[in-house]
T-cell receptor, first 116, second 116 residues
């Protein structure tokens, strides 16, 4: 079974530039999550989708971050413009069931973003 | 407020030693789930176990075992006869049904180094 696919694996940009990350969850998984993980910390939820609808984006800095999950399958997370403090690993995860079912999450390998 | 504390930032042991990773949680929910995930150097978080609040039986899976004690709000993880491949960052997480939207509350992680 194919896992959660993410690209790119690494990205280096200068501050104020824009960047986009792509995620393809496991086939059939209803729920998709984007997490930000700063070095030495646990993952921080940015946004979660159920199918193609946003369930929770309360921790997404909406002035610069945006995300979409068209057709309820793959998803894109964008940062525009990037700041130095956005340097982190961006993790995508998916789960089979609906939000709140406490199912295990399947994670991709993440995109490591460095903002210079 | 819900919280997960992993007091051990880093643990280093020699191969074949047993090692226990501590996890202490806080919640006002009566129904909740606890999780452990492993993050090897490749970066992908891998699910290890899920335990619900009504099941206090200890769990054993090969060299891994988990001790859930509601009386002390702890969900500790023990690796018996550790191996170099166990080197990773381990995260404990708590499901949060107290907020309007479901979220996982993550600990800061414990970096485990197994020396050959």
């Amino acid at each position: 079974e194919a896992g959660v696919a993410q690209s790119p694996r690494y990205k280096i940009i200068e501050k104020r530039q824009s960047v986009a990350f792509w995620c393809n969850p496991i086939s059939g998984h209803a729920t998709l999550y984007w997490y930000q993980q700063i070095l030495g910390q646990g993952p921080k939820l940015l946004i979660q989708f159920q199918n193609n609808g946003v369930v929770d984006d309360s921790q997404l800095p909406k002035d610069r971050f945006s995300a979409e999950r068209l057709k309820g399958v793959d998803s894109t997370l964008k940062i525009q413009p990037a700041k130095l403090e956005d340097s982190a690993v961006y993790l995508c995860a998916s789960s089979l069931g609906a939000v709140g079912t406490d199912e295990k999450l399947f994670f991709g390998s993440g995109t490591q973003l460095s903002v210079l | 407020a819900q919280k997960v504390t992993q007091a051990q930032t880093e643990i280093s042991v020699v191969e074949k030693e047993d090692v226990t990773l501590d996890c202490v949680y806080e919640t006002r929910d009566t129904t909740y789930y606890l999780f452990w995930y492993k993050q090897p150097p490749s970066g992908e978080l891998v699910f290890l176990i899920r335990r619900n609040s009504f099941d206090e039986q200890n769990e054993i899976s090969g060299r891994y075992s988990w001790n859930f004690q509601k009386s002390t709000s702890s969900f500790n993880f023990t690796i018996t006869a550790s191996q170099v491949v166990d080197s990773a960052v381990y995260f404990c997480a708590l499901s949060d049904h107290g907020s309007s939207n479901y979220q996982l509350i993550w600990g800061a992680g414990t970096k485990l180094i197994i020396k050959p």
